[in-house]
């Protein structure tokens, strides 16, 4: 499988934007890019996925290099409630298989 | 949508003992995950159903461990007999076909297990 890299943690101020990192330098044309994100004491959440082109959803927006070598998710406005671990994670189509790394820790300084 | 629902939330047994994981799927989901979670080793697949069939469970660890889907809407993970290294939240995840590439995958709340 495909890696990701990600910072261990990152802060950011609430109701700051935050630009999450993810590096995927070895990613296949047929990886697409997902972020999940798992708050305290709770199941991972689906935030986010893309294969080629910038995203956006309700939660986030997801930044795709040209090169699709790295990507960035981004929180507009962060609140408290967004302090989770944060995984970018390469899913192959056709494969079913989500294989976590160990993300970020975002903190939100209120 | 009551989401996917599993049980019992904590459980915690003696060692030696036969442990019981369940969990109810979305309903209209036709993948189903096991997931393991410990501090040392993050989260690990550990078995995936598709239309209640086992497709890969390579990451079950031993042969304690045993998963079924007996009908599209429960699945167990049992372990028997359980031994303190298998300590773990356990989560459970469903998705379905065309569904995972716009909502990704569910997950469950978890059942944190505690071997004593």
């Known amino acids: 499988d495909a890696k990701t890299t990600q910072p261990n943690s990152m802060e950011s101020n609430e109701e700051e934007p935050v630009h999450l990192p993810c590096n995927h330098s070895?990613?296949?044309?047929?990886?697409?890019i997902h972020w999940y994100r798992q708050l305290p004491s709770q199941g991972p959440e689906y935030v986010i996925h893309?294969?080629?082109s910038n995203v956006n959803n309700r939660m986030a927006s997801l930044a795709i290099a040209e090169d699709r070598k790295s990507s960035t998710l981004i929180l507009h406005r962060a609140t408290l409630r967004d302090a989770a671990v944060y995984y970018c994670?390469?899913?192959?189509?056709?494969?079913?298989?989500?294989?976590f790394g160990t993300g970020t820790r975002l903190t939100i300084i209120p | 949508d009551a989401g996917v629902i599993q049980s019992p939330r904590h459980e915690v047994t003696e060692m030696g003992q036969e442990v019981t994981l369940r969990c109810k799927p979305i309903?209209?989901?036709?993948?189903l995950f096991w997931y393991r979670q410990t501090m040392m080793r993050g989260l690990e697949l550990l078995i995936y159903?598709?239309?209640?069939?086992?497709?890969?469970d390579s990451g079950m660890p031993e042969d304690r461990f045993s998963a079924k889907m007996p009908n599209a809407s429960f699945s167990t993970l049992k372990i028997q007999p359980s031994e303190p290294r298998d300590s773990a939240v356990y989560f459970c995840?469903?998705?379905?076909?065309?569904?995972?590439?716009?909502?990704?995958?569910?997950f469950g709340s978890g059942t944190r297990l505690t071997v004593v």
């Open positions: 995840a469903s998705s379905f076909l065309f569904g995972r590439d716009r909502w990704g995958y569910t």
């Open positions: 309903s209209g989901h036709d993948y």
């Open positions: 159903f598709n239309n209640n069939v086992p497709i890969d």
């Open positions: 893309g294969l080629t």
């Open positions: 070895t990613i296949s044309g047929t990886d697409y």
């Open positions: 994670i390469l899913k192959n189509f056709g494969n079913e298989k989500l294989t």
